[in-house]
């Protein structure tokens, strides 16, 4: 009978004992990978589902007006930050869920068992920002970001020293027209007043304003003395229907994301740069744009009227009024000029008998004379000609005699001389604005633009986001989660 050898027991205790610590270091391992990779996997999918979300801006907007933003809306009539919400989370399962592509994936996902099964819990946007937040700041901004690019410190420099001259001889503030309508006033008191004449005779003075023929151009009205026989832009665009006057009914979407504070000189240069962006951007009398609801859409923002005409002449009377004050100012610095009228209205005032209405008759007359010098100013912008801010002896047109008889004279083809064109003083009305006002104006324009585009009937600026902050909760079936915030801005 052949006798079994025995072995020595040690040796598998001890090998039962090293494979329970392996086993235990290696089921930790995996634990510790997979709580690494959920957590990993966790940052990654958020961050491309967000970025995903942030891609789908509007394609119009940027082609047309090179602005990011997601349309709240996708296309529909409801804008909503629960529309923005689904997309995150379509985007979310859909990396989470890891479809399969072709038959090979379909073979692996039905061989291998999933390694970290996370599911969505909750994708919540806490807050965003619209263009339309804090009176159109956000708006501002970005249409600063938008052409700062393009910009070159020329043009910055330019339009600061044009508005230094603005400030420094009160052109923005001094109203000419005022001015004139008070001295008439004063002189028309004198009307049918008794004085006594040399011979001793009492008679009632009758006589009539030095420039009368100045206050009958008046009368025809801005367009026609400047425009005459031009062709005029008969658009009208319904504005009771855009974003300015839903903001008025208090039906315009806000977003709850904070804008960064800035300092006087970021903001100073934000505004020049906030007018350079709508000049490149939008149309205007010499310049109009293809596809727009209205051809004068720079006009539109400064005077926000409902026709083309409309915004033209509203326009021409700032130009007119910023002219009045540039030419009275260069009237009373000219010494000749100034003299020139003073004795039309000396003499005028001893025709009369009434020598206390000779300084009366000479503001009368020079500001009288400004005006008709800033009406053929205006004659030759609009015929493509330039006229510099501050006149000098040089660049003077009209004589006295001419203002006082009415021969006023349409300019012939304009010819290159130096000075501001249309363009130059519409960026000093601009900049002279009310940025708030101006702002929304804008974004009227814009998106009665878009809505003319296919698929965009019921664009609205206010839907248009350009910042988000996200709460992501993410979960495993293993028992782990992860809450993730983030942050995606144009």
């Known amino acids: 009978m052949m006798k079994t050898r025995r072995m020595p027991a040690y040796l598998t205790v001890y090998l039962a004992l090293t494979l329970g610590v392996m086993t235990t270091l290696c089921l930790a391992l995996i634990e510790g990978s997979r709580y690494g990779a959920f957590q990993l996997e966790s940052v990654c999918i958020a961050d491309a589902c967000m970025d995903s979300v942030m891609a789908e801006y509007h394609r119009e907007l940027f082609r047309r007006y090179n602005m990011l ?277 000396l003499a005028l005032s001893t025709l009369l008998g009434v020598p206390e209405l000779q300084g009366l008759f000479q503001t009368s007359i020079l500001l009288g004379w400004a005006y008709a010098e800033s009406v053929h100013d205006l004659r030759v912008l609009m015929r493509g000609g330039k006229v510099p801010l501050m006149k000098s002896a040089g660049t003077w047109h009209y004589g006295l005699d001419s203002v006082l008889q009415g021969m006023w004279d349409f300019p012939g083809a304009s010819e290159e001389k130096p000075g501001l064109c249309y363009q130059d003083y519409l960026r000093i009305l601009l900049l002279m604005g009310d940025k708030h006002e101006m702002s929304y104006r804008a974004m009227d324009v814009m998106e009665a633009n878009l809505r003319l585009t296919a698929g965009n009937k019921a664009f609205r600026m206010d839907a248009c986001c350009v910042g988000i902050k996200t709460r992501i909760a993410l979960e495993s079936a293993y028992g782990y989660s992860q809450e993730l915030w983030e942050e995606k801005k144009y």
Request: glycine share 6%; aromatic share 10%; charged share 30%.
């Open 69 to 345: 933003a997601i349309d709240l809306s996708y296309g529909t009539e409801y804008a909503s930050r629960t529309n923005l919400e689904g997309r995150l989370a379509w985007y979310l399962d859909l990396n989470l869920k890891k479809p399969a592509n072709n038959k090979l994936e379909q073979f692996a996902n039905a061989r291998y068992k999933d390694f970290l099964r996370m599911r969505l819990e909750n994708a919540n946007v806490t807050e965003y920002s619209l263009m339309t937040d804090f009176d159109g700041a956000v708006f501002r901004r970005k249409a600063a970001e938008a052409i700062r690019d393009d910009l070159g410190l020329e043009a910055m420099r330019e339009a600061i020293e044009w508005m230094k001259l603005v400030r420094n001889y009160h052109l923005d503030s001094w109203d000419v027209e005022a001015q004139k309508r008070t001295v008439d006033e004063q002189i028309a008191t004198y009307q049918g007043k008794e004085i006594t004449g040399k011979d001793g005779e009492t008679v009632a003075l009758d006589f009539e304003n030095p420039t009368m023929t100045v206050e009958n151009q008046k009368k025809i009205g801005i367009l026609w003395q400047v425009m005459g026989e031009a062709p005029i832009s008969g658009k009208v665009v319904f504005n009771s229907k855009l974003v300015r006057q839903r903001r008025k009914n208090g039906n315009v979407n806000l977003g709850n994301l904070s804008l960064e504070a800035e300092d006087a000189l970021q903001e100073f240069a934000e505004d020049i740069l906030f007018v350079e962006y709508l000049r490149a951007y939008l149309g205007c009398y010499d310049h109009p744009k293809e596809g727009s609801a209205l051809d004068y859409e720079l006009e539109y923002v400064i005077a926000g009227k409902s026709s083309d005409a409309s915004n033209l002449r509203d326009t021409l009377l700032r130009l007119l009024a910023l002219r009045e004050a540039a030419n009275a100012t260069y009237l009373y610095s000219d010494g000749t000029k100034r003299e020139e009228a003073d004795l039309v209205a």
